[in-house]
Nanobody, 125 residues
């Protein structure tokens, strides 16, 4: 099993980034996918989750209206579009997978089966 994030980097406040996560080694279409972030000294924060087919999504209030999650089951990939980035957004961003059941909602990171290694996002002028 492998989840590999990419797309992080340095962006100015107000800028945008699109994170990608490539999955392999499991039946991607049967797994809910999510994005989390963890800033230095803070707890891991759930940002968004998407259902197995991509029909249902949920986004944390802290990033609602700025971040959006999507997936492409033909390519075994999940994405996080991040717009209007703010100085409080810098963190390591992770994608995660959990076997599909229970509906789409933001869950504790402990409920996820697989994790990527993370990609760093820095917001600075």
């Amino acid at each position: 099993v492998q989840l590999v994030e990419s797309g992080g980097g340095l962006v100015q406040p107000g800028g945008s980034l699109r994170l990608s996560c490539a999955a392999s080694g499991f039946t991607f279409s049967r797994y809910y996918m999510a994005w989390f972030r963890q800033a230095s000294g803070k707890e891991r924060e759930g940002l968004a989750e998407i259902s197995t087919g991509g029909v249902s999504t949920v986004v944390a209030d802290s990033v609602k209206g700025r971040f959006a999650i999507s997936r492409d089951n033909t390519k075994n990939m999940v994405f996080l579009q991040m717009n209007s980035l703010k100085p409080e957004d810098p963190a390591t961003y992770y994608c995660a997978a959990r076997y599909g059941y229970g509906g789409t909602w933001l869950r504790s990171w402990t409920e996820y089966d697989y994790w990527g290694q993370g990609t760093q996002v820095t917001v600075s002028s």
